[in-house]
């Protein structure tokens, strides 16, 4: 109930973020049930519809990515000082956070079940009810379990997820503390079912940071305290005035260089004996193609999710490195400290959107039966990764609220913070803009001859 | 209209501010000297640091007028207000609130290098304040590295760097044990008085105050010429009003 009631009263901006996740929640739960419909309409064809199974793990893990960004963003489930009094604490907000994701990935589910009926014709008395009844197996009985299975799905994914990403951790400092709370953090991969099938970028949200604890003495050599011992601070949350140690220098880069090459040579030496043009199978015509490619491709795209963090410290470095002024300074060293908020989402927008200019670069012309259904899927996975994008940059700015307000305070121009913001921005499209091309190129090449 | 005097920097009259419609300031009106450190008194919740706010720009008024330097303040578009703020007026919190992605002399140098002050006179500047204030040798540490009396000093300095003309202090040594707190008021008032910085001081601490040339008590958003507060009983319980005496 509480969560209801935090819910209704929250504010417009947060009330569309849960709106996306509905509505994101309601498309995957459509191609769910979809491809349910065209299991049971071709009996025969039990690989197809395991095919088009499989594709679906793509947007059900960039839903689950968006509702656990979301999750974090929502100011109803930060941790607060009045309530922490009264017995909220970060376990009961945890469970708080976790209910209003299932809430809204449940009622997106609705909405698709909802759709689902109406175009099998399930529904009577509506106009233009039952429109796609034959494609959809309206002759044969709706197997219950098999929906409700199905439309979970989505809601326990993000819950857990969410939950587990959003637990109460102990204070930082220790070699073995994971990180800040509220970072995505390795546990995360344990909570979800299906990332271990072969969808492109299903395991990119989830990827482990390679270099974790590895990473722990950088900050120590990076500026080291002098005398004094390094202090393990606890960056309470509810104590904006204390501030946190830096994090570590993200170490991504080598980790993420090597998959992204092993998926690049793989890709290559897959696509050698197919004719042109040999893309991979979709599921909107089913032609057998390499399995070499794909796994080229998911390994690709996990190596940009594993070098965004930190090819993005490497813009914030770049961009205050000589003699900076003010804009250059508070531009790159705040890109430097936020460097593993922001990179990974942008390290998967990278890869989709690769991914998006291959695929368009492969399938122009030659097949253009792209399904509404793919289409659907593939809105989704774009529309998820930018969605992601945007609610950590949201979270960002959360978290220099206080910041931002004491500088305003000492006079600094908001045309200043705003142009920081813009030149942060910038440098990243001019890193990964390139760098995304490049990736497409190199993925398409191989197999347009 | 009454011209405001000839000596009074700032110059505030029948200042009247709501919070959401609570009443914070009800009809202040008082002078700032030039070069004078004028401490603004009174309890906790008497209207310090709304009328702070309000003295420097940062919140409009309702009712009232405010002159700086005979311009007035109280019809300024907020991108006038703002620039001066950062020309005219330095700021110091209760807490420090540093940029914590810089470095102590970064930190104090970063609001000459929003005026426009080049990189080397900026670094300059700042790292002789901080030697000033007893933190030369923090200067290369991150804030999360400091100590609080530490991180309070850099933010001294921060406000002091530029040279305001005003410098608004809202109770600067809250954060900071007895020791801390004497020191840093000292150079604070010190530096102040020898570079000519006019200082207005939210403090409800007499000590605090007694540094002050003069003093402005508030209670309750009025201003008062003395805080006649009901004296507080020695014990706990009086022994008339109890029950079971």
Redesign the interface.
């Known amino acids: 109930m509480l969560a209801l009631r935090l819910a209704r009263g929250a504010r417009p901006a947060v009330q569309l973020r849960r709106l996306l996740v509905a509505a994101a929640s309601a498309g995957t739960g459509f191609l769910l049930l979809c491809t349910m419909g065209y299991a049971m309409g071709h009996p025969d064809a039990a690989a197809a519809a395991a095919l088009r199974l499989a594709w679906c793990v793509a947007p059900v893990a960039a839903t689950v990515q968006f509702a656990v960004a979301v999750a974090r963003t929502d100011p109803a489930t930060r941790p607060r000082s009045g309530l922490s009094a009264i017995g909220l604490g970060p376990g009961r907000l945890m469970a708080l956070s976790a209910v209003s994701t299932a809430l809204s990935c449940t009622l997106g589910s609705l909405a698709a079940l909802l759709a689902f009926l109406y175009l099998r014709g399930d529904l009577s008395g509506l106009p233009f009810g039952g429109g796609a009844a034959s494609l959809l197996a309206a002759d044969v009985p709706l197997p219950v379990p098999a929906t409700l299975t199905l439309l979970a799905l989505v809601p326990v994914a993000a819950s857990v997820t969410g939950a587990l990403v959003l637990r109460p951790r102990p204070a930082r400092g220790g070699p073995a503390a994971p990180g800040r709370p509220g970072r995505p953090g390795g546990g995360a991969a344990h909570g979800r079912p299906g990332t271990g099938g072969d969808g492109t970028s299903a395991v990119v949200p989830e990827a482990e940071h390679p270099a974790g604890p590895d990473d722990a003495p950088d900050p120590a050599a990076g500026?080291a305290?002098?005398a004094?011992p390094p202090?393990t601070?606890p960056g309470h949350p509810l104590d904006?005035?204390?501030?946190?140690?830096?994090l570590p220098t993200p170490g991504g880069l080598p980790w993420g260089s090597a998959v992204l090459a092993a998926g690049l040579a793989v890709e290559t030496y897959a696509a050698r004996g197919v004719p042109a043009p040999g893309g991979p199978a979709l599921p909107g015509g089913f032609t057998g193609g390499p399995l070499g490619v794909l796994v080229g491709w998911a390994l690709t795209a996990v190596g940009l999710a594993l070098a965004g963090p930190a090819l993005t410290h490497v813009c914030g470095r770049l961009l205050q490195a000589v003699?900076?002024?003010?804009l250059r300074?508070?531009a790159g060293?705040?890109l430097?400290?936020e460097a593993t908020r922001i990179g990974r989402p942008l390290g998967v927008v990278c890869a989709v959107a690769s991914g998006a200019y291959a695929a368009a670069t492969l399938y122009t012309g030659s097949r253009p039966d792209i399904g509404p259904l793919t289409a659907l899927g593939a809105l989704l996975v774009a529309g998820c990764a930018v969605a992601t994008l945007l609610t950590a940059a949201v979270e960002a700015r959360n978290a220099r609220a206080?910041?931002t307000?004491?500088?305003?305070?000492?006079?600094?121009?908001?045309a200043?913070l705003r142009s920081a913001a813009a030149l942060r921005a910038g440098a990243l499209f001019a890193v990964f803009g390139p760098l995304t091309w490049a990736v497409a190129e190199l993925a398409a090449l191989p197999l347009v001859h | 209209m009454v011209a405001p005097p000839d000596n009074d920097v700032l110059w505030a009259r029948a200042l009247h501010v709501k919070h959401n419609g609570s009443p914070a300031l009800c009809g202040v009106s008082l002078g700032v000297r030039e070069g004078e450190i004028l401490a603004v008194g009174g309890p906790r919740g008497s209207g310090k640091t709304t009328l702070l706010q309000c003295l420097s720009g940062l919140l409009p008024a309702e009712q009232g007028e405010i002159w700086f330097n005979s311009v007035p303040v109280h019809t300024m578009g907020p991108l006038v207000r703002e620039r001066l703020r950062r020309d005219r007026f330095g700021w110091i919190d209760p807490a420090p609130v540093l940029v914590p992605e810089l470095n102590a002399w970064e930190n104090a140098a970063l609001p000459l290098m929003l005026r426009g002050v080049g990189r080397r006179r900026a670094k300059t500047t700042a790292m002789e304040w901080l030697e000033r204030l007893d933190i030369g040798g923090c200067a290369r540490k991150r804030p999360y590295a400091l100590l609080q009396a530490e991180r309070q000093r850099v933010a001294i300095a921060r406000a002091l760097a530029p040279a305001p003309t005003v410098l608004f202090a809202d109770e600067p040594t809250a954060p900071l044990h007895r020791a801390d707190r004497a020191h840093v008021l000292r150079t604070l008032t010190t530096a102040a008085r020898s570079h000519g910085i006019t200082v207005v001081l939210a403090t409800h601490d007499t000590d605090t105050a007694a540094l002050a040339d003069r003093t402005v008590s508030l209670l309750d958003g009025r201003r008062v010429n003395t805080v006649h507060l009901p004296p507080v009983a020695e014990t706990e319980g009086r022994a008339a009003c109890s029950l079971s005496a």
């Open positions: 500026n305290p002098g004094r202090r601070r904006p005035h204390h501030p946190t140690a830096p003699r900076p002024g003010a300074l508070l060293r705040v430097m400290e206080d910041t307000a004491a500088l305003l305070r000492i006079g600094a121009p908001a200043t």
